[in-house]
């Protein structure tokens, strides 16, 4: 049997901090994924149009095998700088490999296209981006708020807030996955027509409200939601980053990293689409050896963090406050 933790949160992921910070002048924000040592990371990307740094060392066959930790942001490519925020700070504490008389960390990034939220973004020469990264840093702990947060704060799903979000699910034997996304797709979260979440059937307990679809209610459109590229030009995707303590290698985290994304595909509709960048990292903390057949380990903690992505994608837009012109979920479907 399996459960949430304790939190609820990838930090129920044992050698697992969160840090987040926001600019509310430029309605966007940084988050980054902090372990408490260098953990073992690969990544997928699915997404048309990515927006990524330093992922391809991730992949099996490269020569970084550990990373000190994973810098999600808003600002588009401005807010890479929030991953060197926290190389700086990072460096700082002496975390990172020792290389030719330097400590050097490795962070890698995915970022998203928040600009359709407003804000004021006439920051110069200095975008904000890597303060905040060095504000997560300094903030990182086991609990952090869902929703406006981080990078979640200017995102946007379909034509709801998106936000920031984050689940965990432990089995009785000890193994635990959690998952932190940060919701900002083309695609809607919600099935046309209802106030129920794609996402609905994997929900625990009222996590994201307990609405369910009634039988006779369509679930799919058939308008061409596309033919909104072409009037408005538009920019999305949806980042994030899942957790396990049982230990992997690299080629193990990447089949973790490809399973997870069906959780994507069950959130959100359509995914994976040209505009989109859909990204999520795998962090292995290694705490406990995996179970032989090892396979067989690997191929049950993808089937969770699958779980956990589509139930964190949910959770963000349904913690979501209204902001600029887009309403929450819960201003939309509940009057408030």
């Known amino acids: 049997m399996s459960r949430p933790g304790k939190r609820n949160l990838i930090t129920d992921v044992d050698g697992i901090s969160v840090g987040n910070a926001e600019d509310q002048s430029a309605r966007s924000g940084s988050t980054i994924i902090l372990p408490d040592e260098p ?26 095998e550990t990373v000190q930790a994973v810098a999600l942001s808003g600002g588009s490519v401005f807010g890479f700088d929030a991953a060197s925020g926290a190389a700086s700070w990072l460096s700082q504490q002496g975390r990172g490999v020792a290389f030719g008389g330097a400590t050097i960390p490795v962070v890698p990034s995915a970022i998203l296209f928040d600009f359709p939220i407003g804000g004021d973004r006439d920051w110069g020469l200095l975008p904000p981006y890597r303060d905040l990264g060095i504000q997560a840093c300094e903030s990182a702990g086991k609990d952090f708020s869902l929703g406006n947060v981080g990078a979640g704060y200017g995102a946007t799903a ?93 080629s193990q985290a990447k089949r973790v990293a490809i399973m997870a994304q069906d959780g994507i595909a069950r959130a959100i509709r359509p995914v994976h689409t040209p505009v989109d ?22 191929g049950q903690l993808g089937m969770m963090a699958a779980d956990c992505v589509a139930r964190a994608i949910a959770r963000g837009v349904f913690a979501a406050d209204s902001l600029g012109a887009f309403p929450s979920y819960g201003e939309q479907h509940n009057g408030h």
């Open 39 to 64: 953990v073992v990371t690969s990544v997928d990307v699915r997404g048309g149009a990515p927006g990524t740094r330093d992922v391809d060392a991730l992949e099996p066959g490269c020569v970084v």
């Open 158 to 250: 379909g034509s709801l807030k998106g936000g920031l979000g984050s689940v965990s699910m432990v089995t009785d034997d000890g193994i635990q996955v959690g998952a932190i996304m940060a919701v900002n797709p083309f695609g809607s979260v919600v099935m046309p027509g209802t106030d129920a979440f794609w996402a609905w059937p994997w929900a625990v307990g009222d996590e994201y409200g307990g609405k369910q679809p009634q039988p006779d209610v369509p679930t799919a459109d058939d308008a061409n939601p596309f033919q909104v590229m072409i009037d408005k030009g538009v920019g999305n995707t949806t980042i994030g980053v899942v957790a396990t303590n049982v230990a992997l290698d690299k």
């Open 277 to 298: 960048g859909d990204t999520i990292f795998v962090m292995s903390t290694a705490q406990r050896e995996p179970a032989e057949p090892q396979v067989a380990t690997v």
